[in-house]
């Protein structure tokens, strides 16, 4: 999940700020819309345990929601994205920028201001 503290700059695309399961779910969930535990397991070929524990954790930090459907008498959990891509990272730059200018102020601001001019 995001936290600032184990943000990891060096590290490529959504694994800077999640772990790579917790990434390739998202990226999951958020090109095929809902799904089970299994369809999740097959589309990211990573194993149903982790998985599971992973699911449990996004659903806790409240980036993953989770449903029961009752088919044939069989309960299954079906999960979805709770927020879009681009909602997600509003808030993880938010959280990095506020961090910034609590750290370092107006010299966090001034070197913003860069990237807006570059638009």
């Not at 790579?20 to 990226?27: G, H, M, S």
């Not at 599971?52 to 008498?73: F, P, S």
């Amino acid at each position: 999940m995001v936290k600032l503290d184990q943000i990891n700059i060096s590290n490529d695309g959504l694994t800077k700020f999640f772990s790579p399961i917790e990434a390739a779910i998202l990226k999951t969930l958020w090109t095929e819309g809902e799904m089970m535990t299994s369809e999740l397991t097959e589309k990211t070929k990573i194993p149903l345990t982790s998985i599971a524990g992973t699911l449990d954790r996004l659903v806790k930090a409240g980036y993953a929601a989770r449903r029961i459907d009752n088919v044939n008498g069989r309960v299954r959990y079906v999960y979805a994205p709770v927020y879009t891509e681009d909602e997600v990272a509003t808030e993880i730059t938010t959280k990095i920028m506020d961090s910034l200018v609590e750290s370092f102020g107006h010299v966090a601001i001034e070197n913003f201001s860069k990237y807006s001019d570059k638009k």
